[in-house]
């Protein structure tokens, strides 16, 4: 393990055995103080930040964006601080700490017998909206899981995340989707953070006006085992509770080949995930390259 690795892993164990001992105040200013700093330095992170919000809001002054930029910093590192006080909040804390809107549509999917699969972007907490399924709902599920180096970080993740009651896979490997399928078709539920393509080979697109490239998995899923796909977008307002939209179902077309039935299923996806997005855009993290004319500018647009 380089030197790097052992810093980033230490970092992330200081997070989980320090700040989840913290009195929620004193995390949610440390967590403050912590984003104010990141944006103030306009590193890479906050450049591309700043850039993808610049295609959300299409117009905004470069003033506009770089206080957009330092409210995304903010939540995000209100991301970082929950997640890391999660193992340590109370089932009540838990149940409490999330409400969303719309929640009939998993319920009834499960009640059907149907296996679901709840596709959401980098929106607010995914791991909180987790944890209160597991909680609240007492419903299991499983999740996927990005390959991280260190190796002893993605342990820490995978760890953490298990500790929340979630069942979690490798992305790598080539397992995970017989796995996920395995669990639809027995009327489970899987959750699948699905804005972002890992593989470079996922579907092409149209996400505010550019062309982006996002997971083929959730819609193929569905096809495959017959199981409900479901939007989901979260955002946080100045309450500790975070709030949550469960969309109505994507359905698969009656036509086509299975290639154009996913193309327009992952598109539909992409423009609930813009919903959420547009009308929340402070809490969608994404620090990443994600359009293609930013990934590769000889195959994007002009």
Not at 6 to 35: M, Q, S
Not at 171 to 180: E, I, R, V, Y
Not at 286 to 301: F, H, I, T, V, Y
Request: glycine fraction near 10%.
């Amino acid at each position: 393990m380089s030197a790097q690795d052992r810093l980033t892993d230490a970092l992330y164990g200081l997070g989980w055995g320090t700040v989840k001992k913290l009195p929620e105040p004193a995390a949610v200013r440390l967590g403050r103080t912590i984003a104010d700093l990141a944006w103030k330095q306009r590193g890479k992170g906050v450049q591309r930040l700043e850039s993808n919000y610049a295609r959300v809001v299409p117009g905004a002054s470069p003033e506009a964006l770089a206080e957009l930029s330092r409210a995304g910093m903010r939540s995000y590192l209100r991301y970082w601080m929950e997640s890391f006080r999660l193992p340590a909040w109370s089932k009540e804390r838990i149940k409490s700490g999330f409400e969303p809107k719309d929640l009939h549509h998993l319920t009834e999917g499960l009640a059907a017998g149907k296996g679901v699969v709840l596709a959401l972007p980098h929106l607010a907490n995914w791991d909180l909206a987790g944890a209160w399924v597991t909680t609240q709902l007492g419903i299991p599920f499983t999740t996927v899981a990005e390959r991280l180096k260190p190796e002893t970080l993605y342990d820490r993740f995978v760890a953490y995340r298990e500790g929340l009651g979630m069942e979690v896979l490798p992305h790598s490997g080539g397992t995970a989707f017989g796995t996920l399928a395995r669990r639809l078709r027995d009327g489970g539920l899987v959750c699948l953070v699905a804005d972002r393509d890992l593989s470079a080979s996922g579907v092409e697109v149209d996400f505010f006006g550019d062309t982006a490239r996002m997971p083929a998995g959730p819609a193929l899923l569905a096809q495959q085992t017959g199981a409900l796909l479901l939007p989901v977008t979260l955002w946080y307002d100045d309450s500790p509770v975070m709030r949550g939209r469960v969309h109505p179902p994507v359905e698969v077309p009656e036509s086509g080949t299975r290639a154009e039935k996913t193309s327009v299923m992952t598109q539909a996806l992409a423009d609930a995930f813009a919903t959420g997005i547009a009308d929340h855009p402070e809490d969608w993290h994404m620090l990443q390259r994600l359009w293609l004319a930013d990934l590769d500018p000889e195959k994007g647009r002009p």
